[in-house]
């Protein structure tokens, strides 16, 4: 049930710096120290509802006070954030509450550009302003980290250096984060984020993930991969799978015990030098961790529904159920609604939508200011 009460509760982000790094305050009340306090910016993003307060229920173990990232009862859920994405970043946000049974136990560790058009400080206000009593922090990436490691894509979008902050979350994220989801942008999670939580990482693997091994490996590079001499011996004796990065359970303690950001920018170097792949950061994670990954649900990953990477063309679901919409792929749902021409499955993702122009111009005309109210909002999240 959805709760009309919004309770503003003050939770400060920590500090983080690393070489990849760097993490920023956020606070209620408090834009930017910027002349202006970051309000142009800040209205740019466009007009945001506020959500609705989603409180724990008896059975969910209690959190401390300032719940912090060391917190052992919380649920770490890492996600990029950016001006491009953010609509799609807040519904997805707005749906793991949702759905969670523990959502204040929930604690979201975003990633955002340090050359954003929007300033990493106003998009964590802006989160603050939506969600008041998210538990979260938001990290400054530093893009030059990766961008020389970075080849031409099939699609200039792939190109972003923001889509390889998965790579250094071991270097980004505190220490004392063990465990994290790594969630993509453009997902709608319509069960419990706890679910997915529990999975259990077996032997010494270090992510888990959805896997599709009818897709044919092979097309994800290139015939200078296959032709190489040796190139396709460092996959041997493995056989590798097709998985989806946008949706992992990541072992953080392993991940920086073996190295895996270095191995995944050898892959990244070797691109540079001799085109292996035609894709982003995906095919790095396949030659890394292809054959040795959990096999998780694949309800948790209903991925595609975006079409594919050249015309967006709609799709529908895979069999069976499912915990985890995935608009992976050139069509994003919020883009295709507001030119009217959604996909069908695009009215799933819509209920989550915090965004919504005609309410707010409707809300100016009956002479309101600010915020849709909730129980308009209420009125729209029917979805599950």
């Known amino acids: 049930m959805l709760s009309n009460a919004v309770v503003l509760a003050a939770v400060l982000c920590l500090v983080v710096l690393s070489p990849f790094a760097a993490g920023i305050r956020t606070g209620p009340g408090r834009i930017t120290a910027n002349g202006d306090g970051g309000r142009n910016e800040f209205s740019k993003l466009g007009p945001f509802m506020e959500a609705p307060e989603y409180r724990n229920g008896k059975e969910c173990a209690s959190s401390s006070a300032n719940r912090e990232s060391f917190d052992p009862s919380l649920v770490h859920i890492a996600m990029t954030l950016d001006s491009e994405y953010l609509r799609g970043s807040l519904a997805a946000v707005h749906s793991v509450l949702r759905h969670a049974s523990c959502p204040e136990n929930v604690f979201f560790h975003f990633i955002a550009a340090e050359f954003d058009s929007a300033s990493p400080r106003v998009l964590s206000q802006l989160v603050r302003s939506t969600f008041p009593s998210l538990s979260f922090k938001v990290y400054i990436f530093r893009e030059d980290t990766v961008i020389n490691l970075i080849s031409t894509s099939i699609r200039q979008a792939l190109e972003n250096p923001l889509n390889y902050a998965r790579n250094y979350l071991g270097d980004i994220l505190d220490r004392s984060v063990d465990r994290v989801i790594y969630l993509d942008s453009d997902v709608i999670v319509v069960d419990d984020i706890t679910k997915l939580w529990n999975t259990t990482l077996t032997g010494t693997r270090v992510i888990g993930a959805p896997e599709y091994c009818q897709a044919n490996f092979t097309q994800y590079f290139t015939s200078n991969f296959w032709s190489d001499p ?15 990065t946008g949706v992992m359970v990541m072992d953080m303690v392993r991940w920086r015990e073996g190295n895996y950001r270095e191995k995944l920018e050898k892959w990244m170097q070797l691109q540079k030098k001799k085109r292996i792949y035609d894709l982003g950061s995906l095919p790095p994670f396949l030659l890394v961790f292809g054959g040795n990954v959990e096999a998780i649900d694949h309800r948790w990953n209903q991925h595609g529904l975006g079409g594919d990477n050249l015309r967006g063309s709609c799709r529908s679901l895979h069999p069976g159920p499912v915990s985890l919409l995935h608009w992976s792929g050139k069509g994003k749902p919020w883009v295709r609604l507001d030119e009217k021409r959604g996909c069908p499955l695009d009215h ?14 409707r809300a100016k005309d009956q002479s309101l200011v600010g915020f849709a109210s909730l129980s308009e909002l209420a009125d729209d999240s029917s979805f599950l």
């Open 348 to 361: 799933l993702w819509e209920p989550y939508d915090l965004y919504n122009k005609h309410k707010i111009e």
């Open 230 to 244: 040796a190139l396709p011996g460092q996959i041997s004796g493995r056989t590798p799978c097709y998985f989806n």
